[in-house]
């Protein structure tokens, strides 16, 4: 391949980038869930 | 994907077709499959668009191996731009109707726009330097794509400068709504002026200037980075209505306690 190292870095940026943008909507949903159903349990056992 | 909490889910109601959408319940519903789908089709798509692209499409005559780039750098040009256009709708939609859900979502468009900005312009860059022997020209449409940049930057920045969010919202859209000027001066901007950038290869109008071997793995890869696009930001619209319950959750608790004591 000619000029293999732009077409690598390129390649690579992207992927670094769409990796770490997944990873951290991912990890922030997860963390958000978590969040909101041990509030909900608090509720629960509050109100009994 | 696991099931949401009961609290994140409110009863569907009723109303008109905007008002609707804005009910952030409903959204979770519809994201609840939407982000997955979405999600898949985007790694099914990228794999075998970027494979392709790579391996399997021919080299350009003129550029050699170096136009493989334009897998990456094309989807990232059209979703900068399309990811702003979203933005100005969020903003006229909070500006108008003062719809919840718009302005969640222009908080979270903003850094993945942002990203696929920058994307852009790197892999711009990186296409630049052995085809034009320059990392960088002010040529009109690099220029322009770098004030985008700049513009995403500054919504990103303006949306959680203030202490009250309602401010914060009124002012990026203000910014989203003036900024989408940028929209078609980047797109016609290589019609306009005499640039170094080539026109475009792909228009709604006429018939593409590339072959066809190298359009079939550019709209694999289209397809699959928009996806990527689509189902980010859902996640992360998710996630963002999901903190705004907890936070009213966590607000009340402390009112009810408080009431108590």
Partial sequence: ????????????????????????AVLRLRRARTRLAQLEALRKTSTR | MSAL????????????????????????????????????????????????GL?????????????????????????????????????????????????????EIGPVGATATALCLA???????PMWGAWWVWDARLTSMLVLFFLYLGHIALIRAFDDPQRG??????????GSVDLPIIKFSVNWWNTLHQPDSITLTGAPTMSMSMLAPLMVCMIGFSCG??????????????????????????????EAA
Avoid at chain 2, 123 to 129: A, M, P, Q, R
Avoid at chain 2, 169 to 176: C, E, V
């Fill in chain 2, 5 to 52: 909490p009961q609290s994140a889910v409110s009863p569907p109601q009723r109303g008109g077709l905007l008002h609707r959408f804005a009910n952030p319940g409903r959204f979770l519903r519809l994201a609840r499959w939407l982000t997955p789908l979405l999600g898949w089709i985007s790694a099914v798509a990228l794999v075998a668009g970027i494979i392709w």
């Fill in chain 2, 55 to 107: 391996f399997f499409s021919p080299a350009d005559w003129q550029q050699g191996d170096t136009v493989r780039i334009m897998y990456i750098h094309v989807p990232m040009a059209i979703l900068a731009s399309a990811g702003y256009f979203a933005l100005a709708i969020c903003g006229v939609l909070t500006l108008v109707w003062k719809h919840p859900l718009a302005d969640l979502a222009a908080v």
């Fill in chain 2, 169 to 178: 919202y009124r002012a990026a859209a203000i910014l989203a709504i003036a």
């Fill in chain 2, 229 to 258: 696009f689509g189902a980010l930001v859902s996640a992360r619209l998710t996630a963002a209505i999901l903190e705004s319950r907890a936070r009213q959750m966590m607000t009340r608790r402390i009112a009810e306690r408080e």
């Fill in chain 2, 123 to 129: 892999t711009g860059s990186l296409w630049g330097k």
């Fill in chain 1, 1 to 24: 391949m000619t000029h293999l190292p732009f077409i690598a870095a390129s390649y690579g940026v992207t992927a670094v980038a769409v990796l770490v943008l997944t990873v951290q």
